[in-house]
């Protein structure tokens, strides 16, 4: 922790440490009026808290869209009307760039922090759906579980920001899925329109949104938790230096009186 404060403590929305006891405050309650002193100090807590998480979704991301891409290097298309435009690639260059920035620029990537994790959410959903519509035969139920796990654990921020984030892109995923199932299974698509196809995906979308959110809770409630020691143990300190320096003081007094 110490590292990050001594690198970030200019920078904005990052606070090095904060006073007063207490647990910090819930991930679903929204904060009235502009963020508060003890507001930035815990988004600094869950950006250190995060960071490993987001370096690892970055090199995940980049290295399984290039392996992709090596084994397939035609131009997958998920929109028709965007021939020339392959999400594989596009998340490739943002993994690295995000990585890349953790690393080198990491002022920089903190105070983009959420635009960051969400950007690559995104980038991670169209490039599950591109593939799944030319790699039909993987087991796309165990992954798209597995992505939903990555973006809750790989990709989080604080949850009170992020979860209408989180429905939006589940929604979308599940239009997608259901255009993609009709696309690669004509049978399907005969049998489905596209609004029956999205219906089907309501139980996939209620099982996912309800696993992303738990997750996130879950591990924000820890973050919670230690924050609130870790708040406690400055206010400590920061009372023990006051003590200490009124004992000095009045030692300082007295020896001068005597004098």
């Not at 996912?208 to 996130?216: A, D, E, K, M, R």
Request: glycine share 8%.
């Amino acid at each position: 922790r110490r590292g990050l404060d001594a690198r970030l403590g200019n920078v904005p929305g990052y606070v090095v440490g904060v006073g007063g006891g207490g647990v910090a405050q819930s991930a679903w309650m929204r904060s009235p009026g502009p963020p508060t002193a003890r507001d930035r100090a815990y988004r600094g807590h869950l950006i250190e808290k995060t960071l490993w998480a987001h370096n690892i979704s970055n090199v995940f991301g980049c290295a399984s869209s290039l392996v992709n891409k090596i084994r397939h290097p035609e131009v997958m298309v998920l929109f028709p009307w965007a021939p020339w435009l392959d999400f594989r690639e596009l998340l490739a260059i943002g993994s690295f760039v995000s990585l890349a920035c953790t690393q080198h620029a990491l002022e920089t990537y903190v105070v983009n922090f959420e635009l960051a994790a969400d950007c690559i959410n995104w980038l991670g959903l169209l490039t599950r759906c591109t593939i799944s519509r030319f790699c039909p035969e993987l087991p796309w139920d165990v992954i798209r579980v597995f992505t939903v796990c990555a973006g809750a654990i790989g990709m989080r921020y604080e949850l009170r920001k992020q979860w209408r984030g989180h429905v939006v892109r589940l929604l979308v995923a599940g239009v997608l899925d259901a255009r993609v199932r009709r696309e690669v299974d004509p049978e399907y698509g005969l049998r489905y329109s596209l609004p029956r196809a999205c219906a089907h995906q309501i139980p996939a979308f209620l099982t996912h949104i309800t696993l992303c959110l738990s997750i996130q809770s879950w591990l924000e409630r820890i973050d919670a938790k230690t924050f609130a020691l870790e708040t406690e143990a400055s206010t400590e300190r920061a009372h023990a230096a006051v003590r200490d320096s009124i004992d000095r003081r009045r030692g300082e007094s007295v020896r001068g009186s005597r004098e």
